[in-house]
């Protein structure tokens, strides 16, 4: 399952950065997670909690910060909304459109001590 190896990443960089940062337990994690990285929030969620489990994150809230899906349309020339990548533009229904947001997927910031 693609959200569980996400959430092993995840440990990963906790673990790398616990040495250097110099903290010994996660509280908690921010994601962000934009629209169109294809992510299962629900799989994610529950990946996490047993990922973590027995970890320096065992225990630890995970908070999702869901980015919306932006796309630059050329014949508005604006930012419009999309809900997937090939969507056509909601305004003029063209399909040159650039994805200019959502395919974030990273740790936004942690709470340690
Ligand atoms: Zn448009």
Known sequence: MHEMSLCEG????????????????????RLEIGALAGVELEALRFG?????RGSLADG?????????????CMQCAQTVLVRQRFDACPQCNSHQLQVTGGEELRIKDLEVE
């Open 48 to 52: 996490f909690d047993a990922v973590m």
């Open 10 to 29: 995840i440990l990963q960089v906790l673990e790398e950065n616990a040495t250097r940062q110099d903290y010994r337990r996660v509280k908690a994690v």
């Open 60 to 72: 630890a809230r995970l908070e999702i910060i869901e980015v919306p899906a932006t796309a630059w």
